[in-house]
């Protein structure tokens, strides 16, 4: 018989990421009785699946109530389990807040970035995929704002490579883009203010979700050293 929960778990075990377009997973997404099967068959593995309706991609990490189980007591908690130093944590703290902040504001604003100009209806319409409406940021750009603090070239250049080897991000020539993970794996709830207000609130320099050209390196890089404390806000 036939087990479509099986198969579907099996598919992101091994794919690590499947899109929300998919034909089982628009499923799981819409047919209640199918996710609780789901659901229920990933908690008894320690999982859990990960969507939101900001991203393209689901994926599955640990439940929480296993986590302490599986990283330790708290005074030797693992802070990630991507194996990444804490420069790349705070690399990724970074790209995250430069790239999807912005495109969550064009996603509730119902805007995508090739949009010239607001429409009356705009509301009425669906939220834009991110494909839609997250914009990447130039690689040279971010060497020279955060690359004294991040390692310099020679570490940015390799943990870009780990983040891109995870799904976190993609390379295109000099623009580095969303990857399928970067939205799902972050806990937007917990850093989204302690971000815009706290660690790179000197980059930001703006009301929340608000997007304003980037600062000056100086600034930059003083953000940058502060991000690193929120490295262990990663959501694993």
Known sequence: MNDDAQILIARLLTHQTLRRDDKM?????????FRGEVDKRLLESGLKLLDNVYADHVTIALHRNVEPKIFGAKDIWQNNNFGLTRDGVALLVVLWAQ????KRERQETHTSFADDQSDMFDKD???PRAEDASIGISYTALLSDFGDKLGKKTRMDMNLGVLSK????????DVILEGPLLD???DTDLLKERIINGALSDVFKRAPLAVVPR???GSANDAANDAEADAESLDN
């Open 25 to 33: 997973v628009k499923r799981a997404l819409s047919d209640e009785t």
């Open 99 to 102: 790239i999807i902040l912005p």
């Open 125 to 127: 319409a669906p939220i």
């Open 166 to 173: 995870l799904g976190f991000i993609e390379r295109r020539g």
């Open 184 to 186: 799902l794996m972050m």
């Open 215 to 217: 600062k000056a390196p």
